[in-house]
């Protein structure tokens, strides 16, 4: 059963315009939260991250948002650009576990 | 260069019979995982390794075998492979579990 949901496959978006990935997670005791990105053939590469004590984290284009009592996370891209077409994954982690739990995985697509 | 390797990339090989998937990183991690990524699931955690000499089960464990000698090392091993095992395969590592994971570029395993 996994704990950490990505309930949307894909995603597309204009070019120039915001892009929102949400995540959902089922463990209170994820406290740690990260995001990668994948393009194919390569492997993911980090992205962002956030840790239970903050509800926001930037950093240039992209923002992580945390909702703790609703147990849910979202990235947005803004302004999306043709290099964000990618697999973004969630994954979260708890500072009393040592696992690390990812998401299905949103495929984002950014026209021209 | 800082990076984690994996070899082979590239794998074909019938059912029952013994392999090694090796993986290298140069960063001097103490976390070092294994994952594999199948369509519609995401990545799922195989095993894990907090330290040499110290590994622990991921959520899909099941006929896999991993050891952890040499800080730099993590091989996974299929003792008996099976066609379900077909999938791509991902090592990665870090300074810790909740903190950015570098990973692998991945290796393709196919069982007939």
């Known amino acids: 059963d996994q704990q950490v949901k990505q309930n949307s496959p894909s995603l597309s978006v204009q070019e120039g315009r915001i892009s929102i990935l949400n995540c959902d997670y089922t463990n209170s005791m994820f406290d740690y939260f990260l995001w990668y990105k994948k393009y194919p053939a390569e492997g993911p590469t980090f992205l962002i991250s956030i840790s239970s004590i903050k509800d926001k984290n930037e950093d240039g284009r992209f923002t992580v948002f945390l909702n703790k009592s609703a147990k849910h996370l979202s990235l947005h891209i803004v302004p999306s650009q043709p290099g964000d077409s990618a697999v973004y994954f969630c994954?979260?982690?708890?500072?009393?576990?040592?696992?690390?739990?990812f998401g299905a995985g949103t495929t984002v697509t950014v026209r021209a | 260069e800082a990076q984690v390797t994996q070899n082979p990339r590239y794998l074909i090989t019938v059912t029952g019979k013994k392999l090694t998937v090796t993986c290298s990183q140069n960063?001097?991690?103490?976390?070092m995982s294994w994952y594999r990524q199948d369509p519609g699931l995401g990545l799922r955690q195989i095993y894990y390794s907090m330290n040499v000499e110290v590994t622990d089960k991921g959520d899909v464990p099941e006929g896999y075998k991993v050891s952890r000698k040499e800080k730099r090392n993590f091989p996974l091993i299929l003792e008996s492979p099976s066609p379900n095992q077909t999938s791509l395969y991902f090592c990665?590592?870090?300074?810790?579990?909740?903190?950015?994971?570098?990973f692998g570029p991945g290796t393709r395993l196919t069982v007939l």
């Open positions: 994954a979260a982690s708890g500072s009393n576990d040592y696992k690390l739990s």
């Open positions: 960063m001097n991690h103490e976390y």
């Open positions: 990665a590592s870090g300074t810790s579990h909740y903190n950015e994971q570098f």
